[in-house]
């Protein structure tokens, strides 16, 4: 090996290990899942309780099958306040993540990002599902081809 290459080599070597160090060894970070209750109440489910993977993948596949979106201006302030008084699941990504639909657009699916979104499970507004971007002023509403009964069905089992 000629001596001008190796330096090349030790700094691709220690590239190496440290991307296996970050990607390998790290553990995957989780979105945060909040379950509210209509009189107030909210239950955190944390990452190590039983059922978090269970409800964060019905989250997940809800998101996934989002099918329609409503012609519905909301600010997240707005939103805010038509959550109180109803039952609904939050769950907050660490950073904002890039979820496929169904919807489609010029033969595309649409990608939505999102930082945050809400289940409605009970009120005006159950079914519906409301994402927010980190720093977004407007709220997206949209419909799944999913019905929302099994996560709420899941949400009772964890609070009781």
């Given at each position: 090996?000629?001596?001008?290459?190796?330096?090349?080599?030790?700094?691709?070597?220690?590239?190496?290990?440290?991307?296996?160090?970050?990607?390998?060894?790290?553990?995957?970070?989780?979105?945060?899942?909040?379950?509210?209750?209509?009189?107030?109440?909210?239950?955190?489910?944390?990452?190590?309780?039983?059922?978090?993977?269970?409800?964060?993948?019905?989250?997940?596949?809800?998101?996934?099958?989002?099918?329609?979106?409503?012609?519905?201006?909301?600010?997240?302030?707005?939103?805010?306040?038509?959550?109180?008084?109803?039952?609904?699941?939050?769950?907050?990504?660490?950073?904002?993540?890039?979820?496929?639909?169904?919807?489609?657009?010029?033969?595309?699916?649409?990608?939505?990002?999102?930082?945050?979104?809400?289940?409605?499970?009970?009120?005006?507004?159950?079914?519906?599902?409301?994402?927010?971007?980190?720093?977004?002023?407007?709220?997206?509403?949209?419909?799944?081809?999913?019905?929302?009964?099994?996560?709420?069905?899941?949400?009772?089992?964890?609070i009781r």
């Amino acid at each position: 090996m000629k001596k001008e290459l190796f330096p090349v080599f030790v700094i691709i070597a220690i590239t190496l290990l440290f991307v296996f160090i970050i990607f390998i060894c790290c553990p995957e970070v989780k979105p945060k899942i909040v379950i509210h209750e209509a009189d107030g109440k909210s239950h955190k489910i944390l990452q190590t309780e039983q059922g978090f993977d269970e409800i964060s993948k019905e989250c997940m596949d809800i998101l996934s099958s989002i099918d329609g979106q409503y012609k519905l201006a909301m600010s997240y302030n707005e939103l805010n306040g038509m959550k109180r008084g109803n039952k609904y699941i939050e769950i907050v990504f660490p950073d904002p993540v890039n979820i496929t639909t169904k919807i489609k657009t010029d033969g595309e699916y649409r990608v939505i990002r999102v930082k945050e979104a809400t289940f409605m499970l009970s009120g005006e507004y159950y079914g519906h599902i409301f994402t927010h971007e980190k720093n977004g002023r407007w709220v997206g509403v949209w419909s799944s081809e999913r019905d929302l009964n099994k996560l709420n069905e899941m949400a009772e089992s964890l609070i009781r």
